[in-house]
């Protein structure tokens, strides 16, 4: 188990591991950021085809909103043939400052649950979306600076993939190091990817 993609957005799409380079599209610009330079979302553009997920996965990347709740859901990412579906699909909420990360089940589109602790606006968070498909049902757990914001366990249901690739989507937004795993992270690997630490495989402890 492994890390499937790193996209560092320093300046450009590419994957770090040389697997699965995004593409731009529109008007992407690139910015000072937590680790290098970062992706400003803002200008209308769009960063395409970036490595798929399956039915376990982690995503864990750094975000800074550029300004607060809208009254409006606004997507920034999602891997979906359809902009209705949640394979994953992350959203910024409409009346706070939360994030809505959400994944497609069997029974349900909208597997997932807004983050307890509200994002600042033009302060950096580190996020951690895990999703692992378990004998017995679907595990999430959400991760904000190294710490638990929450965790959700879905019995009988099975997790459903959509799309070929995923994409961070025009939003008034910054992304940074975002990284594509094919399991879900140890408490351990989420508290060093916080600290800024490289993590691509999987430590032997549980969550």
Sequence with gaps: MSLIAHYRLDGNADDALGRFDGTENGSVTWVDGKLGQQADMSAGGRIGGLAKVGSTYSLAFWITL???FTGNYRKFLQQADVTTDRSPGY????????????????ST??????TIEQLEVGQPYHIVHSVEQRADGVAIQVHINGNLDHSLFYSGQTVESHGESISLLPQDVEIDDLRIY???LSKHEVKDLAKGLAVNHKFNNDL
Excluded: C, F, I, P
Excluded at 109 to 114: D, E, I, L, P
């Design 109 to 114: 589109t909208s597997a997932g649950a807004y």
């Design 66 to 68: 550029k300004s607060g």
């Design 91 to 106: 959203w910024l909420t409409s009346v706070s400052n939360a994030l809505h990360l959400m994944v497609r089940l069997s």
């Design 182 to 184: 094919d399991h879900a």
